[in-house]
DNA sequence: AACAAATGATACTATTATGGTATCATTAAC
DNA sequence: GTTAATGATACCATAATAGTATCATTTGTT
Protein backbone atom coordinates (compact mmCIF):
# COMPACT_ATOMS: atom_id res chain seq x y z
CA UNK A 1 0.00 0.00 0.00
CA UNK A 2 2.97 2.30 0.76
CA UNK A 3 5.15 3.65 -1.95
CA UNK A 4 7.17 4.67 0.31
CA UNK A 5 8.87 2.46 3.02
CA UNK A 6 11.03 3.79 6.09
CA UNK A 7 13.89 2.92 4.57
CA UNK A 8 13.86 5.10 1.64
CA UNK A 9 11.63 7.58 3.86
CA UNK A 10 14.36 8.25 6.14
CA UNK A 11 17.34 8.13 3.24
CA UNK A 12 15.32 11.33 1.55
CA UNK A 13 15.48 13.26 4.48
CA UNK A 14 19.30 12.38 5.44
CA UNK A 15 20.50 13.30 2.19
CA UNK A 16 18.12 16.62 2.24
CA UNK A 17 20.21 17.79 5.06
CA UNK A 18 23.42 16.81 3.49
CA UNK A 19 22.84 18.27 0.66
CA UNK A 20 21.76 21.38 2.36
CA UNK A 21 25.40 21.94 3.53
CA UNK A 22 26.93 21.78 0.44
CA UNK A 23 30.07 20.11 0.45
CA UNK A 24 30.24 19.86 3.84
CA UNK A 25 30.93 16.24 5.54
CA UNK A 26 28.05 15.27 8.18
CA UNK A 27 28.81 12.53 10.44
CA UNK A 28 26.08 9.51 11.70
CA UNK A 29 25.98 11.86 15.23
CA UNK A 30 25.30 15.09 12.91
CA UNK A 31 22.78 13.20 10.98
CA UNK A 32 21.31 11.87 13.84
CA UNK A 33 20.35 14.93 15.69
CA UNK A 34 19.11 16.66 12.69
CA UNK A 35 16.95 14.03 11.45
CA UNK A 36 15.50 12.16 14.68
CA UNK A 37 16.13 8.92 13.21
CA UNK A 38 17.67 6.01 15.51
CA UNK A 39 21.91 6.49 14.64
CA UNK A 40 22.91 2.29 14.21
CA UNK A 41 19.76 2.56 11.82
CA UNK A 42 20.66 5.79 10.42
CA UNK A 43 24.25 4.50 9.73
CA UNK A 44 23.34 1.88 8.02
CA UNK A 45 21.00 3.48 5.37
CA UNK A 46 24.13 5.96 4.86
CA UNK A 47 26.07 2.78 3.81
CA UNK A 48 23.60 1.34 1.35
CA UNK A 49 23.79 4.63 -0.13
CA UNK A 50 27.16 5.26 -0.04
CA UNK A 51 27.48 2.00 -2.10
CA UNK A 52 25.24 3.15 -4.26
CA UNK A 53 27.10 6.37 -5.23
CA UNK A 54 24.55 8.47 -4.16
CA UNK A 55 27.31 9.55 -1.25
CA UNK A 56 30.42 9.39 -0.55
CA UNK A 57 32.10 8.34 2.80
CA UNK A 58 35.25 9.45 5.01
CA UNK A 59 36.74 6.89 7.52
CA UNK A 60 38.27 8.41 10.59
CA UNK A 61 38.28 11.32 12.82
CA UNK A 62 36.19 14.20 11.31
CA UNK A 63 34.37 11.64 8.72
CA UNK A 64 30.78 10.98 7.26
CA UNK A 65 29.03 11.45 4.49
CA UNK A 66 28.58 13.86 1.92
CA UNK A 67 26.12 14.09 -1.47
CA UNK A 68 28.56 12.52 -4.29
CA UNK A 69 28.88 15.01 -7.32
CA UNK A 70 25.56 15.39 -9.69
CA UNK A 71 23.68 13.33 -7.22
CA UNK A 72 21.69 16.41 -6.08
CA UNK A 73 19.85 15.03 -9.29
CA UNK A 74 18.91 11.53 -7.85
CA UNK A 75 15.11 10.45 -7.97
CA UNK A 76 13.11 9.36 -5.60
CA UNK A 77 12.72 6.21 -8.19
CA UNK A 78 16.40 5.99 -7.78
CA UNK A 79 15.78 5.86 -4.00
CA UNK A 80 13.13 3.66 -4.08
CA UNK A 81 14.88 1.28 -6.20
CA UNK A 82 18.01 0.94 -3.77
CA UNK A 83 15.93 0.44 -0.43
CA UNK A 84 12.74 -1.67 -2.02
CA UNK A 85 14.44 -3.32 -4.97
CA UNK A 86 12.47 -3.53 -8.65
CA UNK A 87 9.65 -1.28 -9.09
CA UNK A 88 6.04 -3.40 -9.28
CA UNK A 89 2.95 -2.30 -8.40
CA UNK A 90 1.35 -5.29 -9.73
CA UNK A 91 3.05 -8.43 -8.27
CA UNK A 92 0.69 -11.45 -9.36
CA UNK A 93 0.03 -13.45 -6.09
CA UNK A 94 0.24 -16.64 -8.43
CA UNK A 95 3.60 -16.10 -9.33
CA UNK A 96 5.38 -18.98 -7.13
CA UNK A 97 2.72 -21.49 -9.12
CA UNK A 98 2.70 -20.45 -12.14
CA UNK A 99 0.17 -18.61 -12.94
CA UNK A 100 -2.47 -19.71 -15.24
CA UNK A 101 -3.69 -16.51 -17.02
CA UNK A 102 -0.44 -14.85 -17.28
CA UNK A 103 -1.18 -12.87 -20.92
CA UNK A 104 -4.53 -12.84 -20.37
CA UNK A 105 -4.92 -11.30 -17.14
CA UNK A 106 -7.14 -7.84 -17.32
CA UNK A 107 -6.07 -6.58 -13.98
CA UNK A 108 -2.02 -6.88 -15.01
CA UNK A 109 -2.65 -4.69 -18.08
CA UNK A 110 -4.83 -1.78 -15.77
CA UNK A 111 -2.00 -2.09 -13.03
CA UNK A 112 0.77 -2.25 -15.70
CA UNK A 113 -1.10 1.57 -16.95
CA UNK A 114 -1.06 2.62 -13.72
CA UNK A 115 2.37 1.70 -12.93
CA UNK A 116 3.69 3.02 -15.91
CA UNK A 117 2.23 6.76 -14.64
CA UNK A 118 3.65 6.42 -11.42
CA UNK A 119 7.18 5.25 -11.66
CA UNK A 120 7.00 8.86 -14.86
CA UNK A 121 6.20 11.00 -11.51
CA UNK A 122 8.55 9.61 -9.24
CA UNK A 123 11.23 10.06 -11.69
CA UNK A 124 10.21 13.94 -11.69
CA UNK A 125 11.23 14.16 -7.96
CA UNK A 126 14.62 14.87 -7.22
CA UNK A 127 16.26 16.05 -4.43
CA UNK A 128 16.93 18.73 -5.69
CA UNK A 129 13.34 19.84 -6.59
CA UNK A 130 12.57 19.08 -2.78
CA UNK A 131 15.35 21.53 -1.84
CA UNK A 132 13.55 24.94 -2.81
CA UNK B 1 5.11 -1.10 -2.49
CA UNK B 2 2.31 -3.36 -3.63
CA UNK B 3 -0.96 -1.74 -4.41
CA UNK B 4 -2.72 -4.90 -4.07
CA UNK B 5 -2.55 -6.78 -0.92
CA UNK B 6 -3.37 -10.65 -0.96
CA UNK B 7 -6.59 -10.17 0.03
CA UNK B 8 -7.60 -7.78 -1.98
CA UNK B 9 -6.41 -10.16 -4.83
CA UNK B 10 -8.41 -13.24 -3.71
CA UNK B 11 -11.57 -11.11 -3.36
CA UNK B 12 -11.20 -9.58 -6.33
CA UNK B 13 -10.99 -13.82 -8.29
CA UNK B 14 -13.69 -14.78 -6.18
CA UNK B 15 -15.97 -12.09 -7.19
CA UNK B 16 -15.11 -12.18 -10.82
CA UNK B 17 -16.08 -16.00 -10.82
CA UNK B 18 -19.10 -15.43 -8.76
CA UNK B 19 -20.28 -12.63 -10.98
CA UNK B 20 -19.73 -14.88 -14.28
CA UNK B 21 -22.61 -17.36 -12.84
CA UNK B 22 -24.75 -14.65 -12.66
CA UNK B 23 -27.23 -14.69 -9.83
CA UNK B 24 -26.14 -18.52 -8.63
CA UNK B 25 -25.25 -19.35 -5.56
CA UNK B 26 -22.03 -20.36 -5.13
CA UNK B 27 -20.33 -21.78 -2.10
CA UNK B 28 -16.63 -21.88 -0.68
CA UNK B 29 -15.75 -24.90 -1.70
CA UNK B 30 -16.95 -24.67 -5.11
CA UNK B 31 -14.87 -20.96 -5.16
CA UNK B 32 -11.69 -22.84 -3.98
CA UNK B 33 -11.92 -25.50 -6.76
CA UNK B 34 -11.92 -22.38 -9.26
CA UNK B 35 -9.73 -20.23 -7.35
CA UNK B 36 -7.08 -22.28 -5.88
CA UNK B 37 -7.25 -19.91 -2.82
CA UNK B 38 -7.26 -22.11 0.22
CA UNK B 39 -11.16 -22.42 1.85
CA UNK B 40 -11.07 -21.36 5.47
CA UNK B 41 -9.60 -18.38 4.72
CA UNK B 42 -11.41 -17.12 1.59
CA UNK B 43 -14.30 -17.77 3.67
CA UNK B 44 -12.88 -15.40 5.70
CA UNK B 45 -12.91 -13.16 3.18
CA UNK B 46 -15.86 -13.66 1.20
CA UNK B 47 -17.61 -13.02 4.49
CA UNK B 48 -16.09 -9.62 4.70
CA UNK B 49 -17.38 -8.75 1.27
CA UNK B 50 -20.68 -10.39 2.30
CA UNK B 51 -20.68 -7.41 5.66
CA UNK B 52 -19.61 -4.64 3.00
CA UNK B 53 -22.61 -5.62 1.28
CA UNK B 54 -20.74 -6.85 -2.08
CA UNK B 55 -22.02 -10.29 -1.99
CA UNK B 56 -25.02 -11.86 -0.23
CA UNK B 57 -24.87 -14.96 1.64
CA UNK B 58 -27.16 -18.03 2.10
CA UNK B 59 -26.37 -20.36 5.16
CA UNK B 60 -27.52 -23.62 4.98
CA UNK B 61 -27.84 -26.49 2.83
CA UNK B 62 -27.11 -25.20 -0.65
CA UNK B 63 -25.95 -22.08 0.40
CA UNK B 64 -23.39 -20.08 -0.29
CA UNK B 65 -22.44 -16.58 -1.91
CA UNK B 66 -24.17 -14.50 -4.88
CA UNK B 67 -23.58 -10.95 -6.25
CA UNK B 68 -25.43 -8.51 -4.34
CA UNK B 69 -28.02 -6.56 -6.96
CA UNK B 70 -26.12 -3.84 -9.01
CA UNK B 71 -22.79 -4.87 -7.54
CA UNK B 72 -20.77 -5.74 -10.48
CA UNK B 73 -20.00 -1.88 -10.58
CA UNK B 74 -18.12 -2.20 -7.58
CA UNK B 75 -14.51 -0.74 -8.52
CA UNK B 76 -11.51 -2.19 -7.16
CA UNK B 77 -10.78 1.17 -5.07
CA UNK B 78 -13.54 -0.16 -3.10
CA UNK B 79 -12.00 -3.44 -2.62
CA UNK B 80 -8.66 -1.80 -1.64
CA UNK B 81 -10.92 0.23 0.66
CA UNK B 82 -12.69 -2.85 2.18
CA UNK B 83 -9.30 -5.05 2.89
CA UNK B 84 -6.91 -2.48 3.09
CA UNK B 85 -8.64 -0.06 5.36
CA UNK B 86 -8.27 4.21 4.32
CA UNK B 87 -6.29 4.71 0.90
CA UNK B 88 -3.26 6.61 1.85
CA UNK B 89 0.42 5.86 0.01
CA UNK B 90 1.73 9.00 1.91
CA UNK B 91 1.73 8.21 5.32
CA UNK B 92 4.01 10.45 7.19
CA UNK B 93 6.84 8.34 8.93
CA UNK B 94 6.87 10.87 11.83
CA UNK B 95 2.92 10.50 12.40
CA UNK B 96 3.11 9.14 15.54
CA UNK B 97 6.06 11.42 17.40
CA UNK B 98 4.26 14.13 15.22
CA UNK B 99 5.72 15.30 12.68
CA UNK B 100 8.05 18.54 12.37
CA UNK B 101 7.16 19.50 9.37
CA UNK B 102 3.95 19.04 8.71
CA UNK B 103 2.25 21.49 6.35
CA UNK B 104 5.93 22.53 4.80
CA UNK B 105 6.88 18.86 3.37
CA UNK B 106 7.51 19.06 0.21
CA UNK B 107 7.56 15.77 -0.65
CA UNK B 108 3.74 15.36 0.87
CA UNK B 109 2.48 17.05 -1.52
CA UNK B 110 4.21 15.56 -4.12
CA UNK B 111 2.94 12.41 -3.23
CA UNK B 112 -0.80 13.43 -2.89
CA UNK B 113 -0.92 14.54 -6.07
CA UNK B 114 0.26 10.86 -7.15
CA UNK B 115 -1.87 9.33 -4.87
CA UNK B 116 -5.10 11.33 -6.59
CA UNK B 117 -4.21 9.99 -9.79
CA UNK B 118 -3.86 6.71 -8.87
CA UNK B 119 -7.27 6.60 -7.09
CA UNK B 120 -8.74 8.43 -9.84
CA UNK B 121 -7.64 5.03 -11.89
CA UNK B 122 -8.62 2.61 -9.35
CA UNK B 123 -11.93 3.69 -9.69
CA UNK B 124 -12.00 3.31 -12.98
CA UNK B 125 -11.44 -0.25 -12.57
CA UNK B 126 -14.55 -2.21 -12.26
CA UNK B 127 -15.51 -5.97 -12.06
CA UNK B 128 -17.79 -5.23 -15.18
CA UNK B 129 -14.72 -3.96 -16.99
CA UNK B 130 -12.68 -6.77 -16.38
CA UNK B 131 -15.16 -9.66 -17.12
CA UNK B 132 -14.84 -8.76 -20.58
C1' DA C 1 53.58 5.41 17.70
C1' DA C 2 49.44 5.58 20.26
C1' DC C 3 44.91 6.94 20.65
C1' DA C 4 40.45 8.47 19.38
C1' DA C 5 36.80 9.11 16.19
C1' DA C 6 34.68 7.88 12.63
C1' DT C 7 32.70 4.25 8.98
C1' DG C 8 32.50 -0.98 6.98
C1' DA C 9 30.62 -5.28 7.54
C1' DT C 10 27.74 -8.35 9.54
C1' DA C 11 25.20 -10.86 12.85
C1' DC C 12 21.65 -10.70 16.04
C1' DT C 13 17.05 -9.59 18.25
C1' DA C 14 12.46 -7.75 18.80
C1' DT C 15 8.22 -6.39 16.95
C1' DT C 16 4.64 -6.38 13.82
C1' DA C 17 2.02 -7.77 9.80
C1' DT C 18 0.51 -11.36 7.06
C1' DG C 19 -1.34 -15.68 5.79
C1' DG C 20 -3.60 -19.35 7.20
C1' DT C 21 -6.09 -22.80 10.49
C1' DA C 22 -9.42 -24.44 13.88
C1' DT C 23 -13.51 -24.29 16.45
C1' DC C 24 -18.03 -23.60 17.84
C1' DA C 25 -22.40 -21.31 17.01
C1' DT C 26 -26.18 -20.42 13.80
C1' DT C 27 -29.13 -21.03 9.96
C1' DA C 28 -31.78 -23.47 6.39
C1' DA C 29 -32.97 -27.43 3.27
C1' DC C 30 -34.54 -32.00 3.11
C1' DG D 1 -33.50 -34.12 13.29
C1' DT D 2 -29.71 -34.45 10.49
C1' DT D 3 -26.72 -32.41 7.30
C1' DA D 4 -24.55 -28.78 4.83
C1' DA D 5 -23.56 -24.59 4.61
C1' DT D 6 -22.04 -19.69 6.63
C1' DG D 7 -21.03 -16.33 11.06
C1' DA D 8 -17.91 -15.14 14.41
C1' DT D 9 -13.72 -15.44 16.59
C1' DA D 10 -9.66 -17.10 18.48
C1' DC D 11 -5.50 -19.04 17.48
C1' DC D 12 -0.93 -20.16 15.26
C1' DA D 13 3.08 -19.98 11.97
C1' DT D 14 5.90 -17.48 9.04
C1' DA D 15 8.03 -13.65 7.09
C1' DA D 16 9.18 -8.88 6.82
C1' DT D 17 10.56 -4.87 9.11
C1' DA D 18 12.87 -2.03 12.46
C1' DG D 19 16.37 -1.63 15.27
C1' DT D 20 20.73 -3.09 18.08
C1' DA D 21 25.38 -4.77 18.94
C1' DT D 22 29.96 -5.94 17.81
C1' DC D 23 34.31 -6.07 15.85
C1' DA D 24 37.31 -4.68 12.07
C1' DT D 25 39.27 -0.90 9.42
C1' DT D 26 40.60 3.64 8.33
C1' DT D 27 42.21 8.28 9.35
C1' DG D 28 43.21 12.51 11.89
C1' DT D 29 45.58 14.27 16.11
C1' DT D 30 48.94 14.47 19.45
S1 LIG E 1 -3.64 -13.66 -12.38
FE1 LIG E 1 -1.50 -13.83 -12.81
S2 LIG E 1 -1.11 -11.95 -13.83
FE2 LIG E 1 -3.19 -11.70 -13.20
S1 LIG F 1 7.88 14.80 7.15
FE1 LIG F 1 5.89 14.60 8.02
S2 LIG F 1 4.63 14.97 6.28
FE2 LIG F 1 6.62 14.93 5.38
Redesign the pocket.
Given at each position: ?KLI???TD?ALRAICKIAKEKGKV????ELTGLTK?????L??I??RL??AGVLI?????????KLARGKVNTRLFDLIVIFQGHFKLNEC?FKKEKCPDTGTCPLKKRIDKIEKNVIKELKEITIASLLR
Open positions: MTRDYLSVKVPGPYRKLQNKSHKGTGGGFF
